[in-house]
């Protein structure tokens, strides 16, 4: 969900520049930096991202260039004079300053820089402008789409081998499965025969029989082998697939986890090991994706 886009149109005298970043996170927070002047557009620019990014940390930024020699400047009239009389007021308490027309300028230059006194003025914003920002805000948006298309390319890639390589793991545990179903006969019935009594060998072979039940995986290999086909499945055919996929793999760990539990075999639970971190792996990247 990370991404970076752009977006310029110009109309009449004025160039508008739409920039977008977006960082990964689980619901939608924008916040959106837009000249005063422009302030009623805002409203409007939340919805057109909110419907085009659906979550993501975000930041909008509109600059606005005059390009031309028109002067859209205002003067709040009141404001200046309150805030030049402030300022005189200051300057006349100050022992030895003289009522110049040097300080007079000085105070007019410094009235100037107060936002309330000098802006642009709402009511100069036309339609035409208006269109022209949302335009600039669309061509951001249609950049950033494409960057985030790209990166969400790479990591369903990503994503897809470290399925497979779970799916080699698991393959890689039946030779040890075999091999312990007969480990665990043959030290059951060392440890029977160092007992002074004689036991019934039918009951025997009946309980062995429960007790290797018990530690059977077929079950959980093949709803794991079906959690890994229907992750590509969904990775190769649907949109907005962050949130299923981080499903499945919430189910493919339940698999893996109970393979760990009834492996009881050192190295069949070096495969789990391994089998739990490619998930973790795939977990982080999930939540990357939409």
């Known amino acids: 969900m990370t991404g970076f886009g752009k977006g310029e149109a110009s109309v009449r005298n004025r160039k508008f520049t739409v920039e977008i970043r977006s960082l990964n996170s689980k619901q ?34 509109v600059t606005v260039e005059q390009t031309g020699s028109e002067n859209r400047t205002y003067i709040n009239k009141e404001a200046f004079a309150a805030c030049y009389a402030q300022y005189a007021e200051a300057c006349a308490a100050i022992p030895g300053l003289a009522d110049s027309e040097s300080v007079r300028g000085a105070i007019v230059q410094s009235v100037l820089r ?7 003025g709402e009511e100069g914003a036309s339609d035409e402008e208006f269109a022209a920002l949302t335009e600039a805000a669309a061509e951001a948006l249609d950049q950033l789409d494409r960057f985030r298309q790209q990166e969400g390319a790479t990591l369903i890639a990503d994503l897809l081998k470290r399925v497979d390589l779970i799916e080699q793991l698991k393959n890689e545990v039946e030779p040890y ?3 312990r179903t007969e480990t665990i006969r043959a030290r059951i019935l060392d440890q029977l025969s160092k007992l002074p009594v004689e036991a019934d060998m039918n009951r025997l072979e009946q309980e062995m029989i429960f007790y290797l039940e018990k530690l059977d995986i077929t079950e959980e290999k093949v709803r794991l082998t079906n959690h ?7 990775a190769a055919g649907e949109e ?10 919430q189910e493919m760990g339940r698999e893996i986890n109970t393979l760990g539990s009834k492996a009881n075999d050192s190295q069949m639970q070096i495969l789990v090991v391994r089998m739990k971190d490619e998930l973790e792996k795939i977990k982080e990247q999930v939540l990357n994706i939409l």
């Open 28 to 61: 939608l927070d924008l916040s959106v930096r837009i000249p005063a002047a422009y302030r009623r557009a805002e409203y409007d620019l939340r919805n057109l991202v909110s419907r085009r990014l659906g979550r993501g940390k975000a930041e909008l930024s």
């Open 114 to 120: 107060q936002p309330e006194v000098v802006a642009a």
């Open 177 to 179: 499965e075999k091999a």
């Open 228 to 234: 890994c086909r229907y992750f590509r499945e969904v």
């Open 240 to 249: 907005g697939v962050g949130r299923k996929l981080g499903f499945i793999a």
